[in-house]
């Protein structure tokens, strides 16, 4: 079916957190976050600038790079663990930032893997018979409002930014789409492994949860990297066997950008080192924009043509990962 790409975008926020910066916050070293996390620089946003600010100035630049006017749009979703509010969703406040008009917004949460599942989620509802024909996919972070700036095993990976797919149906049968395949997945057993405990239904806010600093990012780092090279390796295997493509075909893939060790692993096992896109180095983990980041870095940059296909992986809190296998067009 026709649905395709007509635009990318993203937006990092101007001040840049270096290495040097967080040794004089925590103890660590460059050498330890370089050797470590592959990390030497992240992007954190102004106090007054909030996910729903990053996520319409990604937007605004790939509806530009589509030629697409906001009001046409059908659908916007944003993947989001940094909601501007607990409620209302991020995508409504986006709408009115962007001059969209009256179309369906909603959020979604799966964590870094949120990108791919919003591919999905946009392609299943413009596949379907209801036929929306334009949609706005968003992955955005203000990451730096949920780290613990005490907790040197957390605090140095994240950052903050945004990125934004412009999807679109042409309403033909017989003209290829971007989506080859899919594959989303998840595992709540082991939820506890990544998370923010309080500030939900089951740890309101408090005092004593203020005070226990348990509105931030708790992780279990071995655990998580472990899981994180299994599940996406996993996902990647599958699809490529599933499709009967070789990694050889493979343009380029796009690893959830978490630790340049964690896409050496990944990339060694699927047997294409050198054709995978890093950019972890400047940003971080951006959490569900990253991909979005990379895939904005690539087009813009004139490294994708008509026909590339592209791989992507991701992973993130739940346990949740996915992976995508896209044809540029
Ligand atoms: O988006 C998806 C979610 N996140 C991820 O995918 C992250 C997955 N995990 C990781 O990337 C890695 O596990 C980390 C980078 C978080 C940690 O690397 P590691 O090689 O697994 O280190 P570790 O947690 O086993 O810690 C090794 C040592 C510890 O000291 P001891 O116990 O050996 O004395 C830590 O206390 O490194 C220490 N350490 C640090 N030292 C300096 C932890 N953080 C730091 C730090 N600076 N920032």
């Known amino acids: 079916m026709g649905i395709r790409i007509r635009g990318t975008g993203r937006y990092i926020p101007e001040k840049i957190l270096t290495n040097e910066d967080l040794t004089r916050m925590v103890d660590t070293s460059d050498e330890w976050i370089t050797t470590r996390t592959g990390i030497k620089t992240r992007h954190i946003a102004a106090a007054d600038e909030f996910t729903s600010d990053l996520a319409a100035k990604a937007a605004k630049s790939a509806l530009d790079l589509a030629g697409m006017a906001p009001q046409t749009l059908d659908l916007i979703i944003v993947s989001t663990v940094t909601p501007d509010k607990v409620f209302p969703n991020t995508a409504s406040i986006v709408q009115t930032k962007i001059g969209a008009g009256k179309c369906v917004c909603?959020?979604?949460?799966?964590?870094?893997?949120?990108?791919?599942?919003?591919?999905?989620?946009?392609?299943?509802?413009?596949?379907?018979?209801?036929?929306?024909?334009?949609?706005?996919?968003?992955?955005?972070?203000?990451?730096?409002?949920?780290?613990?700036?005490?907790?040197?095993?957390?605090?140095?990976?994240?950052?903050?930014?945004?990125?934004?797919?412009?999807?679109?149906?042409?309403?033909?049968?017989?003209?290829?789409?971007?989506?080859?395949?899919?594959?989303?997945?998840?595992?709540?057993?082991?939820?506890?492994?990544?998370?923010?405990?309080?500030?939900?239904?089951?740890?309101?806010?408090?005092?004593?949860?203020?005070?226990?600093?348990?509105?931030?990012?708790?992780?279990?780092?071995?655990?998580?990297?472990?899981?994180?090279?299994t599940s996406m390796t996993g996902a990647c295997r599958e699809l490529l066997e599933e499709t009967g493509i070789t990694p050889d075909q493979i343009r380029w893939a796009i690893p959830h950008q978490a630790n340049a060790r964690i896409i050496s692993a990944v990339a060694a096992r699927l047997n294409i080192p050198e054709r995978v896109y890093v950019n972890v180095d400047r940003y971080g983990n951006t959490s569900s924009a990253s991909i979005g980041i990379c895939l904005d870095e690539l087009n813009r940059s004139g490294q994708l043509a008509s026909g590339d296909l592209v791989l992507t992986a991701a992973f993130g809190a739940g346990l949740t990962w996915a992976a995508q296998l896209i044809r540029w067009i």
């Open 106 to 229: 909603f959020d979604i949460e799966a964590a870094c893997s949120g990108l791919l599942y919003a591919f999905n989620v946009a392609y299943g509802m413009m596949a379907s018979p209801i036929g929306y024909k334009r949609a706005l996919i968003i992955g955005a972070e203000k990451l730096s409002s949920i780290v613990d700036w005490t907790d040197r095993s957390t605090c140095v990976l994240f950052g903050d930014g945004a990125s934004a797919v412009v999807l679109e149906n042409d309403g033909r049968l017989d003209t290829p789409g971007f989506y080859v395949a899919g594959k989303l997945a998840a595992d709540g057993s082991c939820a506890d492994i990544l998370q923010i405990p309080a500030g939900g239904s089951s740890m309101p806010a408090s005092h004593a949860t203020i005070d226990a600093r348990m509105h931030s990012i708790r992780m279990g780092g071995p655990k998580t990297f472990q899981l994180a090279v």
